[in-house]
């Protein structure tokens, strides 16, 4: 039980519709801030303006009405910020943990993809830290050459400076302190050139700037949240309190993805489906066994950021 009043977000990226996962995560955050008389806040995260589109912004704002899941304020576009990420990219700069990258872009950017969209936050190993052991001279040639880079936190050098993390999770029986523990997503991407963020950086920023005390999301999340803990001590940002849900599921137990057209909020409006009906429909559908034959099968992807 929260005594305090909470702001919790909702932060999903405009790339496709809203489906059933997004409910669950929307309903977790709006719960909490509604029943501690706190504040449920939205934010677009629309930093990939290749995948973003201004239609999808447009119909997640109209589904969350349509839905009763209401927000309080000015609805954050990630992408009107970028100074508010450029500031930050300059403090870390300035405490030396960071370092520029020249691996091909094509690395970075599925990396970078993998950081918000994959199962559990991890998929392959972490970066070999190929450019962190450049000698001086070749990272200056590199840098004076033009070479186009990206700049990633020397994660040994963050570790050194912060020493221990914690976290306070509200886990379903009262809440459990958690110890950060980053190094198995290794020296993430903080800053591409041509994007002076990433998702680790942009997220760890907003919280702050919006004021989240309660950070509620998938728990397909929960490993970017040991990254998190360590910007925000780093930047000496306050830290909030993380909630990790269950994710919605088909009947296979896998994750919804944004590609399951017949699942879409949209969809399902479409088909004659009332508001309070695809909320009961996201909670079981989260809970184990709890949608059994009502879900068909869908490819595996992350669910909200
Ligand atoms: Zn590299």
Do not use: N
Not at 31 to 54: M, N, V, Y
Not at 147 to 175: C, I, K, N, S
Not at 257 to 270: G, P
């Amino acid at each position: 039980m929260i005594a305090d009043p909470v702001v919790t977000r909702f932060a999903p990226s405009p790339t496709g519709y809203l489906h059933l996962g997004h409910v669950r995560s929307a309903l977790e955050g709006w719960r909490a801030a509604r029943a501690s008389r706190g504040r449920f806040l939205l934010r677009l995260e629309d930093i990939d303006q290749t995948r973003c589109r201004d239609e999808y912004a447009a119909a997640i704002l109209d589904d969350l009405v349509w839905l009763g899941l209401s927000w309080d304020g000015p609805v954050r576009k990630q992408s009107e910020h970028l100074d508010d990420y450029r500031r930050a990219l300059r403090r870390l700069a300035e405490m030396g943990v960071l370092y520029p990258c020249f691996c091909t872009r094509r690395e970075i950017r599925d990396e970078v993809a993998r950081a918000g969209g994959a199962p559990h936050g991890l998929s392959g190993s972490p970066y070999p830290g190929t450019c962190r052991d450049l000698d001086p001279r070749q990272r200056a040639e590199k840098l004076s050459s033009g070479a186009d880079y990206a700049m990633r936190l020397d994660l040994g050098r963050a570790l050194a400076l912060t020493g221990a993390v914690e976290w306070v999770e509200e886990g379903e029986d009262g809440p459990l302190r958690k110890l950060a523990d980053p190094t198995p997503l290794g020296d993430v991407v903080l800053s591409r050139k041509d994007v002076p963020t990433s998702y680790h950086l942009a997220v760890t920023v907003d919280d702050a700037i919006q004021g989240v005390t309660l950070v509620t999301r998938g728990e397909d999340l929960a490993m970017a949240t040991h990254v998190h803990r360590l910007l925000q001590t780093l930047l000496g940002l306050p830290t909030p309190r993380y909630r990790h849900h269950e994710l919605v599921t088909d009947t296979a137990g896998r994750r919804l993805s944004k590609r399951d057209r017949a699942l879409t909020i949209r969809s399902l409006r479409e088909s004659g489906m009332g508001p309070a009906e695809i909320i009961a429909r996201a909670v079981a559908a989260a809970r184990p066994g709890g949608a059994s034959g009502a879900l068909d099968p869908v490819p595996p992807q992350s669910s909200g950021r």
